[in-house]
């Protein structure tokens, strides 16, 4: 059955063109390269895709969030180098959703649709998994503000038009010192340092940001003084389906290749042994799972309702489904798979398990929540009495 909407529909068929005429082709030469995609921006402009998350009063395409899961899942099928960079942009956007003025929106969201893109700077050499760890501190001027410090590992760091950072304001104060900041490009002593050389999502950009004495105005602060951990973690509750998104469209590739192969490979005859056949169907269970997981996070969300916990399981589901289902197509397709698309595939999965919070500090999201909820089984419900067996 088909629950989406027709006009879902259509945007899933657009987004599958453009990912077959504009993404597919360029994938693995890019990955190889490890060039930045540029043309794709280019490709992507007319239809304001990267304003797919942006509110019509902004002139955004104000798609909901399972619309843009389905366009996500799309890109990522064609290559997540290239998808991510869409997502880090809307990563990016989400925070403004979140705690901006009017003002502060429109001067984030103009760049998004016009073809340029956005970054999200949290992450420091001293802060990862810790986000309370960080040392990138914001000193309040006469004028506003000077932000000192670096960030690392950041995608679209290197070409973003619009950045959020995020800086100590109150650096005693621990995570509730935390603010977050709009920087834009080209600021004096906001640096861009060397492009990561990556094992996966190669034409990704991934880099180091220098800030040096950085002077921004008072009103580049987002919601107030120390609501930085606040948004930080919101937008990535936000944020992490989008990987999820990714990691179907990822897995989804990794089996049709993987079946491509084996109707090449074993031509006219049926296919040797249930061992093999049981591995297909466990990798589309895995897959429709993973993509009914976030679809289902993403009603919770479009329902107003609690997500936090939804959001870490999808990602962390659909990212660990991802490399599983990629690593076991390349075992099924053998020097065949080892040799082909399949390796980009596992190389680009693995990251997705690691960036927006790692797989194990999801884990920790999905068991706090398990813990907190109240008991359902009373120990006395759980093993009957021998008096109450006897009966
Ligand atoms: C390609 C790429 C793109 C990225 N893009 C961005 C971006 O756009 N913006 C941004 O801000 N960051 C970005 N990052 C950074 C990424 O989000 C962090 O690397 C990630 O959150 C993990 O932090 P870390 O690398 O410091 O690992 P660490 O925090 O040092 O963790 C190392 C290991 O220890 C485990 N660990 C740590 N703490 C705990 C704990 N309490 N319990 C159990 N296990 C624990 C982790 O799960 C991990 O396995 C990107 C990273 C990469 C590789």
């Known amino acids: 059955m088909n629950i989406l909407t027709q006009e879902q529909t259509e945007i899933q068929k657009a987004a599958k063109d453009f990912t077959a005429q504009h993404i597919i082709p360029k994938a693995a030469e890019y990955d190889k390269s490890g060039a930045f995609h540029a043309f794709l921006l280019e490709a992507a402009k007319p239809s304001k895709i990267f304003g797919m998350a942006i509110p019509k009063s902004f002139g955004g395409l104000e798609y909901s969030p399972l619309t843009q899961a389905l366009v996500l899942e799309e890109w990522g099928y064609g290559c997540c180098g290239m998808a991510t960079t869409l997502a880090a942009s809307i990563l990016s956007m989400e925070s403004v959703m979140l705690a901006g003025?009017?003002?502060?929106?429109?001067?984030?969201?103009?760049?998004?649709?016009?073809?340029?893109?956005?970054?999200?700077?949290?992450?420091?050499?001293?802060?990862?998994?810790?986000?309370?760890?960080?040392?990138?501190?914001?000193?309040?001027?006469?004028?506003?503000?000077?932000?000192?410090?670096?960030?690392?590992?950041?995608?679209?760091?290197?070409?973003?038009?619009?950045?959020?950072?995020?800086?100590?304001?109150?650096?005693?104060?621990?995570?509730?010192?935390?603010?977050?900041?709009?920087?834009?490009?080209?600021?004096?002593?906001?640096?861009?340092?060397?492009?990561?050389?990556?094992?996966?999502l190669r034409s990704s950009n991934t880099v180091f940001l220098g800030l040096h004495d950085v002077k921004i105005p008072a009103s580049a602060l987002l919601g107030k003084e120390g609501d930085g951990m606040k948004i930080a973690m919101q937008t990535l509750d936000l944020a992490r389906p989008a990987i999820g998104a990714l990691a179907v469209g990822l897995a989804q590739r990794a089996l049709d290749e993987c079946v491509a192969h084996m109707h090449e490979r074993f031509p006219g005859k049926p296919f040797p042994g249930q061992a093999l056949q049981f591995k297909l169907a466990d990798m589309r269970i895995q897959i429709e799972a993973a993509r009914q997981v976030l679809h289902h996070m993403m009603a919770l969300r479009e329902a107003g309702k609690p997500f936090s916990e939804e959001s870490a399981m999808s990602k962390t589901y659909a990212t660990d489904v991802a490399m599983n289902v990629a690593a076991t197509a390349m075992r099924l397709m053998g020097s065949a798979g080892y040799t082909s698309n399949v390796g980009k595939l596992m190389r680009d999965a693995k990251v997705m398990q690691i960036y927006e919070g790692t797989n194990q500090i999801q884990r920790l999201v999905v068991a706090r929540a398990v813990l907190a909820r109240p008991k359902v089984i009373a120990p006395k419900d759980a093993a009957p009495t021998e008096k109450a067996m006897a009966k």
């Not at 073809?115 to 960080?134: C, H, N, Q």
Request: aromatic share 8%; hydrophobic share 35%; proline share 4%.
């Open 101 to 200: 003025t009017d003002a502060q929106k429109k001067q984030f969201y103009t760049p998004m649709l016009n073809g340029k893109i956005g970054a999200f700077g949290l992450t420091e050499p001293s802060a990862g998994s810790d986000v309370g760890g960080g040392k990138t501190t914001a000193v309040k001027t006469a004028e506003g503000y000077t932000i000192h410090g670096s960030k690392c590992w950041i995608t679209n760091g290197g070409i973003a038009e619009v950045f959020i950072i995020f800086a100590q304001t109150d650096p005693k104060a621990g995570v509730k010192g935390i603010s977050a900041f709009i920087m834009e490009r080209g600021t004096p002593g906001f640096t861009v340092g060397q492009e990561e050389d990556k094992l996966g």
